[in-house]
């Protein structure tokens, strides 16, 4: 029987987390060798590498895997510390999610979380379209996301939708506009991040719809402006930095005031899920409570 010894399995969690044998040498108090020598037994427990050696260091397939079991054990071990009062243990909840999810409708999560005690939250912000990709790894406990298919091991919750829409500042508007026709492939655009999806969606289909265009045809966009900061983002659009898409709830402030204009009647409609793992615990099911109540203002 394979016997996993649950300090080296914590030490390989804190690497991870950390990005550096270095920095998780600190955290846990011992020297880096110590931390050396504790991943290459577990490693020789195992009879696989678990670690990538790079900047930051990484999990290979089989780390993941233990790292799934580490991060499932640090919960349980940290509920069952506070079920039994003591005080120096926390809880600790990881939560992968995607901007805008963050800048609308979760802030009452951290509310509900503020209120717990001995809890602390992580948030890693990640597109929607790949922060199951974070649970699936073992990096979160739970995570927003578009995909409705659960991982294995884990539970997916409709939430609802978030809805986004086409705006600009006027003036950037009327400089790329002729004769009616918004030249898409020109007008700036802005993006959150690299795997920003939606931008490229909104305009592939502007494209398609100006010019006619194939369904498998790739937008060009000549000019983009990353920002990632959903604050910053809205203030770009504003200002012109170049068009986008705004979630309803940040656009219609600036519609109202007309700092933005729709560039056309689309609304893109974006599912949103909540994946968390298939595990008893009490903070997790508090935490999913927490998120289906704050999601309740999202379009059903």
């Not at 060009?220 to 990632?228: E, F, K, L, V």
């Amino acid at each position: 029987m394979l016997v996993m010894n649950p300090i080296h399995l914590q030490t390989l969690l804190t690497i991870v987390d950390e990005g550096s044998f270095e920095d998780a040498a600190y955290v846990l108090g011992i020297s880096p060798s110590a931390v050396s020598q504790r991943i290459k037994a577990l490693e020789k427990t195992v009879g696989r590498l678990l670690l990538r050696r790079g900047t930051p260091v990484s999990a290979t397939e089989a780390g993941e895997v233990l790292m799934q079991a580490a991060r499932r054990m640090a919960l349980l071990q940290a509920e069952t510390m506070a079920n039994l009062k003591e005080r120096i243990a926390t809880i600790p909840l990881s939560v992968a999610i995607n901007a805008d999810s963050l800048a609308t409708w979760f802030p009452p999560v951290l509310a509900r979380v503020a209120s717990w005690d001995a809890v602390t939250l992580t948030l890693r912000i990640e597109d929607e379209s790949h922060s199951l990709n974070l649970l699936r790894r073992g990096d979160v406990l739970g995570a927003v996301t578009r995909d409705p298919h659960p991982a294995p091991g884990c539970d997916a919750i409709e939430l609802g939708t978030m809805r986004y829409v086409s705006v600009a500042n006027p003036w950037l508007l009327d400089k790329y506009t002729t004769d009616g026709q918004v030249d898409w492939e020109a007008m700036p655009a802005l993006r959150f991040g690299p795997r920003d999806g939606l931008q490229d969606e909104g305009l592939k289909t502007h494209v398609q719809k100006t010019h006619h265009e194939p369904d498998n045809a790739q937008p060009i966009m000549r000019r983009i402006s990353q920002i990632p900061s959903a604050e910053a983002f809205t203030e770009a659009t504003r200002v012109g930095l170049g068009w986008s898409l705004l979630p309803l709830q940040h656009a219609q402030p600036l519609l109202m005031s007309g700092d933005v204009v729709r560039l056309d009647d689309t609304i893109l409609d974006v599912p949103l899920y909540w994946h968390r793992w298939r595990l008893e615990s009490p903070a997790l099911e508090k935490l999913t409570t927490a998120v289906q109540t704050a999601a309740q203002t999202l379009q059903q």
